[in-house]
């Protein structure tokens, strides 16, 4: 089965995804980052890469991640890009990501996306106050990613809050749970676990 999980930058989803997994247990559960497949810009010469609309679907390779998410779901084994924030490109290298039966897949526009939302059988949007997910995405972006604060504004006020509203916030209205806060609402994720592994128990029940 695939859980989806969306909701906007800083809202606090990879935090309920690392919570899923490990009430779930890793050997139930794997997950597949959206960022994962950012398109590679080493064709671009450094200063045309940090002008991308990163927050677009279009600079995702989402094609690629919905063939490997029918490949996870019939049993094959995958090659998941690794890509570097700071460069704007992918790594040589590849992860390699074994079939579970619980795939999580986390990204900000992932229920925008019907390629990737008609695979899921549960949708999550995680729901957090502007504010708070600025911050978090200074704290992030400054100190995993080299950028400065002021680049980190800038970013959101000329793509990130744009973007957000075009296409991940009305992308809530196709979730299944919405959580608010995130992963420090402890109730609701366990609500999550909950109907995860009750799903899990039915289709054991009803066999192949």
């Known amino acids: 089965m695939v859980v989806g999980v969306a909701g906007g930058s800083g809202s606090g989803k990879t935090t309920v995804v690392r919570k899923l997994v490990e009430q779930l247990g890793p050997d139930l559960a794997q997950v ?3 960022d994962s497949y950012y398109r ?4 671009l010469p450094p200063e045309e890469r940090a002008k991308v609309n990163f927050d677009h679907p279009g600079a ?3 094609e ?8 996870l779901l019939v049993g094959r084994i995958i090659e998941v890009p690794r890509y570097d924030f700071s460069t704007y490109t992918r790594h040589p290298g590849t992860r390699t990501l074994h079939p579970a039966r619980v795939v999580v897949l986390d990204g900000i526009l992932v229920l925008s996306e019907p390629e990737l939302r008609e695979r899921m059988d549960i949708r999550v949007y995680v729901d957090t106050e502007p504010d708070v997910r600025l911050l978090r995405r200074l704290r992030r972006d400054m100190a995993k990613r080299g950028r400065s604060a002021r680049s980190v504004i ?3 006020e000329t793509s990130v809050r744009p973007m957000h509203m ?3 916030e009305p992308s809530k209205r196709w979730a299944d749970m919405i959580i608010p806060e995130g992963g420090y609402n402890r109730v ?3 609500l999550l676990v909950a109907r995860v592994r009750k799903l899990l128990g039915d289709r054991e029940r009803q066999g192949p």
Do not use: M, P, S
């Open 154 to 156: 800038r970013q959101y």
């Open 64 to 71: 690629l991640l919905a063939e490997h998410l029918e490949a």
């Open 166 to 168: 075009e296409f991940v």
């Open 60 to 62: 995702l390779e989402t």
């Open 32 to 34: 597949i980052h959206h």
């Open 188 to 190: 609701a994720v366990d």
């Open 40 to 43: 590679d810009l080493a064709h």
